[in-house]
């Protein structure tokens, strides 16, 4: 049993997981592996903060953060590109911006968007 079997089904998502990312030796942003699903997983939204003070554009690009709470067992790792479906409100795309923290109920991600 896990702690996401309590949250209504409505809750639950599937993400797509690739990573990760790095620069190849032309400074190419990629990704290696194919992509893994993970199932049954529940994404909290976190804050949204407006960086910076200086610049207009700067201002104008908050940063969202969300955590991502995955069942025991999942393979994610910082640097990893999250996929979320656009049926959820949280949908696109997600780096892993540290360590996911392990707790007995599965790992705590968490993730940003710019």
């Given at each position: ?24 030796a ?5 990704t290696t592996?194919d ?14 903060d ?5 610049s207009?554009a700067?201002?104008?690009a ?10 025991p067992g999942?393979?994610?790792r910082?640097?990893?590109t ?30 940003a968007?710019?």
């Amino acid at each position: 049993m896990s702690i996401i079997d309590a949250f209504p089904r409505s809750w639950v998502v599937d993400v797509q997981v690739t990573g990760p990312t790095h620069r190849n030796a032309d400074g190419y942003l990629t990704t290696t592996g194919d992509p893994v699903t993970i199932e049954g997983c529940l994404l909290a939204p976190g804050s949204s903060d407006a960086i910076g003070v200086t610049s207009r554009a700067t201002v104008e690009a908050p940063d969202d953060t969300a955590t991502l709470y995955t069942p025991p067992g999942a393979r994610i790792r910082q640097r990893d590109t999250v996929t979320v479906p656009t049926t959820h409100t949280l949908a696109g795309r997600w780096t892993v911006e540290a360590t996911p923290a392990p707790y007995p109920l599965g790992l705590a991600v968490p993730l940003a968007r710019r």
